[in-house]
């Protein structure tokens, strides 16, 4: 079993549409979990960190957390084409061993 | 401004070559990190360290080499011995923290701040 699971997709979308991401782990010690967004041939960056049960806001972004089920959610309001790149889904076991899913790839049409 | 600054941007090296990739950040961050990524691949670690001094292996550290003399410095040697080093390289930083409570002062433990990656070509 992968430590952190997501689906690759293409996961495809109309433009002002919710995206729907989706992530799950299997160390229950771990203790924060982490989206980030890369674009083609780029470096990733980070757009939400949550640590706490439930539901965590920015902007058009809202993550969720349910350590019970383990899984760590994305939404992405309103989604525009500039939202078009691969989302990957991070966790911090512990330690600071920070382990990587192997990415969800956005596709926002117009 | 503050950040992490990998070189080289873009390396050719020949079989047989060991090679130094460099990273530096100026964050005052304690630990840091190196992952490797495949096309259309998701980010695996190499090795990682908390602090000066210490490091660890991440899950795919065979034929991989660091060290962490700096604060500031962290550079990974890709030797002959890894048998298939052409990828896209990246290196971390994070405020670190040894266990305890997941927000510090300084922001999120595990909340990563990226360079801008080497691409390695074997040739």
């Given at each position: 079993?992968k430590e952190?699971?997501?689906?690759?997709?293409?996961?495809?979308?109309?433009?002002?549409?919710?995206?729907?991401?989706n992530c799950?782990y299997?160390?229950?010690v771990?203790?924060?979990?982490?989206?980030?967004?890369?674009?083609?041939g780029?470096?990733?960056?980070?757009?939400?960190?949550?640590?706490?049960?439930?539901?965590?806001?920015?902007?058009?972004?809202?993550?969720?957390?349910n350590?019970?089920?383990q899984y760590?959610?994305?939404?992405i309001?309103?989604?525009q084409?500039s939202?078009?790149?691969?989302?990957?889904?991070?966790?911090?076991?512990?330690?600071q061993?920070?382990?990587?899913?192997?990415?969800?790839?956005?596709q926002?049409?117009? | 401004?503050?950040g992490?600054?990998?070189?080289?941007?873009?390396?050719?090296?020949?079989?047989?070559?060991?090679?130094?990739l460099?990273?530096e950040q100026?964050?005052n961050h304690?630990?840091?990190?190196?992952?490797?990524?495949?096309?259309?691949?998701?980010?695996r670690?190499?090795?990682?360290?908390q602090?000066?001094?210490?490091?660890q292996?991440?899950?795919?550290?065979?034929g991989y080499?660091?060290s962490?003399?700096?604060?500031?410095?962290?550079?990974?040697t890709?030797t002959?011995?890894?048998k298939?080093?052409?990828?896209?390289y990246?290196?971390a930083?994070?405020?670190g923290?040894?266990?305890g409570?997941p927000?510090l002062?300084?922001?999120?433990?595990?909340?990563?701040f990226f360079g801008?990656g080497?691409r390695?070509?074997?040739?």
């Amino acid at each position: 079993q992968k430590e952190v699971e997501q689906n690759s997709g293409p996961l495809s979308v109309p433009e002002g549409a919710i995206a729907s991401l989706n992530c799950t782990y299997s160390d229950r010690v771990s203790q924060s979990f982490f989206w980030y967004r890369q674009y083609s041939g780029k470096s990733p960056e980070l757009i939400m960190s949550i640590y706490s049960n439930g539901d965590k806001e920015d902007g058009r972004f809202t993550a969720q957390l349910n350590k019970a089920s383990q899984y760590v959610s994305l939404l992405i309001r309103d989604s525009q084409p500039s939202d078009s790149a691969t989302y990957l889904c991070a966790v911090n076991g512990g330690y600071q061993k920070v382990t990587f899913g192997t990415g969800t790839k956005l596709q926002v049409i117009p | 401004d503050g950040g992490i600054t990998q070189s080289p941007k873009y390396l050719f090296r020949k079989e047989g070559q060991n090679v130094t990739l460099s990273c530096e950040q100026n964050l005052n961050h304690d630990a840091m990190y190196w992952y490797r990524q495949d096309p259309g691949q998701g980010l695996r670690l190499i090795y990682y360290s908390q602090i000066v001094n210490d490091f660890q292996k991440g899950d795919i550290a065979e034929g991989y080499s660091v060290s962490r003399e700096k604060k500031e410095s962290f550079p990974l040697t890709v030797t002959s011995a890894q048998k298939n080093p052409t990828a896209f390289y990246l290196c971390a930083s994070s405020i670190g923290g040894t266990g305890g409570a997941p927000e510090l002062a300084g922001g999120i433990t595990g909340e990563l701040f990226f360079g801008e990656g080497s691409r390695l070509t074997v040739l």
